[in-house]
């Protein structure tokens, strides 16, 4: 057995320990606003329910560790005293993976993700209306754990209404694990599934995905294209150039069948079938060849 003294190894080795080790851990899709009323969206997966009564709810945005700062969430939270935690489940894993993309200050993930906007009744920060259960909360408490790269802000949120889709109800009016469909967070880019088991969901770029809000209206409003889907040609930093696409073109045959049926249906399922098999970027030189 590896015996290890947490002060004897870097802090992201340790916390990549932690995270591997503690796991399945739910996940809190956490939207707040700022003071001047800019929707931020952002998911953590240090989080969990405390007390029915009253209905308390923690999670916790870390110090960056590369730099030890603060997140746009924890500033929020801070200042405003309200957030909504929408909970996540298969359909929009890949678009919460890309929300997590670190954009600047006032850029709305939710835009970037490509998720709707619905307003709350009881507190200002939005909640994501393809979220199948959502909790509005005013912010309790924040208590911090240190000042470090890596020190934790536990911030203790009270559950003032919560919403939630009937469609995952079962016929006693209780929530059904199957409907639902919830996801789990692992270590590294390992997810649970309910029911169904471990997945993968490559981390966002270091960099900046161009958003589902860059994405051509023909493919966002896609008839075959998933919100997951998006999510996934969202996270592309750079479109590849005519010039890669007429050498994709002309090294597929199937391809080019697709191209020469001019049927846009069929050209997104071809898309859709190289996202499945993690190749966004031909997914991408499939649905600019058109």
Not at 63 to 75: A, F, I, P, S, Y
Not at 106 to 121: C, P, T, W
Not at 249 to 263: F, P, Q, R, T
């Amino acid at each position: 057995m590896v015996s290890i003294s947490p002060s004897e190894i870097p802090t992201a080795k340790l916390h990549g320990y932690l995270l591997g080790a503690v796991a399945p851990r739910p996940i809190a899709f956490a939207s707040t606003i700022d003071e001047n009323g800019n929707p931020n969206l952002s998911p953590f997966s240090f989080f969990n329910v405390f007390s029915s009564k009253p209905p308390m709810m923690i999670f916790s945005p870390n110090r960056r560790v590369r730099d030890n700062t603060t997140k746009h969430t924890l500033e929020n939270a801070k200042k405003t005293k309200e957030v909504v935690i929408n909970v996540v489940n298969y359909d929009i894993v890949h678009q919460m993976s890309l929300s997590s993309t670190e954009y600047p200050e006032g850029v709305n993930e939710f835009k970037k993700a490509g998720l709707s906007m619905l307003e709350s009744e009881l507190v200002k920060p939005f909640r994501v209306a393809e979220s199948p259960v959502q909790f509005e909360c005013k912010v309790r408490e924040v208590i911090e754990l240190g000042q470090e790269g890596g020190a934790g802000n536990l911030i203790l949120c009270e559950v003032l209404k919560l919403h939630i889709k009937e469609e995952i109800l079962d016929e006693e009016g209780k929530i059904d694990q199957h409907k639902i469909d919830l996801v789990s967070r692992m270590g590294g880019n390992w997810y649970g599934r309910s029911n169904v088991g471990l997945f993968e969901v490559p981390k966002p770029i270091s960099t900046l995905g161009i958003g589902v809000d860059q994405i051509p209206a023909h493919i966002r409003l896609s008839k075959v294209l998933t919100g997951n889907d998006l999510g996934r040609l969202g996270n592309i930093e750079v479109l590849p150039s005519t010039e890669e696409i007429e050498e994709f073109v002309g090294n597929s045959i199937e391809v080019k069948a697709v191209l020469s049926a001019d049927d846009e249906i069929k050209l997104h399922q071809k898309a859709q079938e190289f996202i499945n098999k993690n190749d966004v970027l031909s997914a991408w030189k499939v649905l600019l060849a058109k």
